[in-house]
């Protein structure tokens, strides 16, 4: 859950991985397939099935790796990842996640629980001041997106600004500024809502009980601990090389461009993680075991239990815990922001985890490019378990303006 448009009809087609390449006849990059439970015949499916949801969805480039128990069983990038050079997606490099962060810092949360530092049935009053009804909004409401608060990616005045200055640098505090204009949507715990200002309340949360900025207390307790050495909360617009460039639409003229390195401050703590697709396949198992990859735990048994809880969402097969997704049986969590849309989920039954990372958010007619590469590979490797995100429930970073606004 982790996209950035609105839900009304103005908008374009868009909080949850070419062209030239595949008309010219270039085989995919491959990494080694047909172990592990994938075996050639499938491998070769997977292979038609993705390129063509690419050609029909217009999509630059694509990564997908599906690893049971571990091995890299499928491991493949199509496309390309830098449109104007003409150079190859391939399955190393960097890319923006979305609100996959979200799962990042909420760990952070958790763990602050785990130290008795934090309460999840607090009221977020107790350690943050200026919330309108902090003092019914627990952390709890906030991790499960049941606090009612109005996302400031909602608000079409913020996001005209952002259109017109991608570069901008943003506080937490001025995003919060823009959410707490308007009222609360419900009441807490009333029902489910996908909302960026819960997510920027718990990186403040993370910060003011630790004494550290949320970037240097994910890399300490989090990233490092974990062997995430190609994962970093941004604090700046640039990429590490090399990276994946991504494509948006979310333009004035509704033109496509390069957004690799537009400031993504506005989605700090909610979605402004880098990372790569072999340092996300390390992190889903950590995710949803609790357990770093040496075997030491990455939150205590409890807390991990209450973590994967999942309330209902309101639309068939979701599912939505403290900072997880549950999709039909795949939990984890998926992510979209200007250029880059990601899937990072971990079915457990199957010892299986999936990565996506897609270079464009240009959803047009097919819908969250991420999902339809989703949908389209779990329909062939786990038909019982498919990803199938409904539109409302897409991952909403960032909604796109309406005319009236200056879109």
């Known amino acids: 859950m982790a996209r950035y448009r609105t839900r009304t009809a103005t908008a374009l087609a868009a909080a949850s991985l070419l062209l030239t390449a595949l008309c010219a006849g270039q085989a995919p990059a491959a990494a080694p397939s047909g172990r592990a439970g994938i075996d050639p015949a499938t491998a070769e499916k997977l292979?038609?099935?993705?390129?063509?949801?690419?050609?029909?969805?217009?999509?630059?480039?694509?990564?997908?790796?599906?690893?049971?128990?571990?091995?890299?069983?499928?491991?493949?990038?199509?496309?390309?990842?830098?449109?104007?050079?003409?150079?190859?997606?391939?399955?190393d490099?960097?890319?923006?996640?979305?609100?996959?962060?979200?799962?990042?810092?909420?760990?952070?949360v958790l763990q602050l629980v785990d130290e008795g530092k934090v309460r999840l049935d607090a009221p977020i009053s107790t350690y943050l001041d200026g919330v309108p009804g902090g003092d019914r909004i627990t952390v709890r409401q906030l991790a499960e997106m049941r606090s009612g608060l109005y996302s400031y990616t909602e608000d079409e005045s913020w996001l005209a600004s952002y259109?017109?200055?991608?570069?901008?640098?943003?506080?937490?505090?001025?995003?919060?500024?823009?959410?707490?204009?308007?009222?609360?949507?419900?009441?807490?715990?009333?029902?489910?809502?996908?909302?960026?200002?819960?997510?920027?309340?718990?990186g403040l949360l993370v910060e003011k009980v630790s004494g550290r900025p949320l970037h240097t207390y994910l890399d300490q307790h989090v990233l490092e601990p974990a062997g995430l050495d190609d994962t970093s909360l941004a604090t700046g617009s640039a990429m590490p090389d090399p990276y994946a460039h991504g494509y948006t639409n979310f333009t004035k003229d509704g033109t496509t461009t390069d957004a690799s390195t537009w400031n993504p401050s506005w989605a700090w703590a909610a979605g402004a993680i880098i990372s790569t697709m072999d340092d996300l396949r390390s992190w889903v198992p950590t995710l949803v075991n609790g357990r770093l990859p040496g075997g030491d735990r990455l939150l205590e048994p409890g807390t991990q239990a209450q973590r994967l809880r999942a309330v209902p969402t309101g639309y068939p097969d979701v599912g939505y815990g403290l900072?997880?997704?549950?999709?039909?049986?795949?939990?984890?969590?998926?992510?979209?922001?200007?250029?880059?849309?990601?899937?990072?989920?971990?079915?457990?039954?199957?010892?299986?985890t999936l990565v996506i990372?897609?270079?464009?958010?240009?959803?047009?007619?097919?819908?969250?490019?991420?999902?339809?590469?989703?949908?389209?590979?779990?329909?062939?490797?786990?038909?019982?378990?498919?990803?199938?995100?409904?539109?409302?429930?897409?991952?909403?970073?960032?909604?796109?303006?309406?005319?009236?606004?200056?879109?």
């Open 47 to 91: 292979d038609d099935a993705i390129t063509a949801a690419m050609r029909e969805a217009d999509i630059p480039g694509v990564g997908v790796g599906l690893w049971i128990d571990g091995e890299r069983s499928y491991e493949r990038a199509f496309g390309t990842a830098d449109k104007a050079a003409g150079t190859p997606m391939k399955t």
């Open 323 to 352: 900072g997880i997704a549950d999709v039909d049986g795949w939990i984890g969590h998926n992510g979209e922001l200007p250029g880059y849309e990601t899937i990072a989920a971990r079915l457990p039954q199957a010892r299986a």
């Open 93 to 108: 490099l960097f890319t923006r996640i979305g609100s996959v962060t979200k799962t990042f810092t909420v760990t952070g």
């Open 357 to 407: 990372v897609v270079n464009s958010d240009v959803d047009g007619k097919s819908g969250n490019l991420s999902s339809l590469i989703g949908n389209t590979v779990t329909k062939i490797v786990t038909p019982e378990h498919v990803w199938s995100l409904p539109v409302q429930a897409q991952p909403n970073a960032v909604p796109e303006p309406s005319p009236s606004s200056g879109g």
């Open 163 to 202: 259109q017109a200055d991608p570069h901008r640098s943003w506080t937490p505090q001025q995003l919060l500024d823009v959410a707490f204009k308007h009222p609360a949507e419900f009441r807490p715990g009333a029902r489910w809502a996908y909302s960026n200002t819960n997510t920027v309340l718990l």
